[in-house]
């Protein structure tokens, strides 16, 4: 499975950026897709992620009523629509995509494949 991430760039805090996560199988129905981030001298954490069954969407409380995760199964995409961006959201942006217990669909270890990460600068 590869996992090829897009939309990152530079906003303006209270702006909006669409990041993109592009699978080159179909994940819908086969695998979770998740979304983690990592700020300079921090470690990934987990930002929003989807089941496979797109039935179930789970978010990072700092992010909960800004972020939207969804899909696009016809594109075999999964969007993250970000809003009300601040300085704190500034990160790489990693997708990722495995087949965990949902009970486990916020830890990064549990997941086999990655995408290379988009930068996301938020200026204040």
């Known amino acids: 499975v590869q996992l090829q991430a897009s939309g990152g760039g530079l906003v303006q805090s209270g702006g909006s950026l669409r990041l993109s996560c592009a699978a080159s199988?179909?994940?819908?129905?086969?695998?979770?897709v998740a979304w983690f981030r990592q700020a300079p001298g921090k470690e990934r954490t987990f930002v929003a992620a989807i089941s496979r069954s797109g039935g179930y969407t789970y978010y990072a409380d700092s992010v909960k009523g800004r972020f939207t995760i969804s899909r696009d199964s016809a594109k075999n995409t999964v969007i993250l629509q970000m809003n009300s961006l601040d300085s704190e959201d500034t990160a790489v942006y990693y997708c990722?995509?495995?087949?965990?217990?949902?009970?486990?669909?916020?830890?990064?270890?549990?997941?086999?494949?990655w995408g290379q990460g988009t930068q996301v600068t938020v200026s204040s």
């Open positions: 199988v179909r994940t819908n129905n086969n695998y979770h």
């Open positions: 990722s995509a495995g087949t965990t217990v949902l009970s486990s669909i916020r830890d990064p270890t549990q997941y086999k494949y």
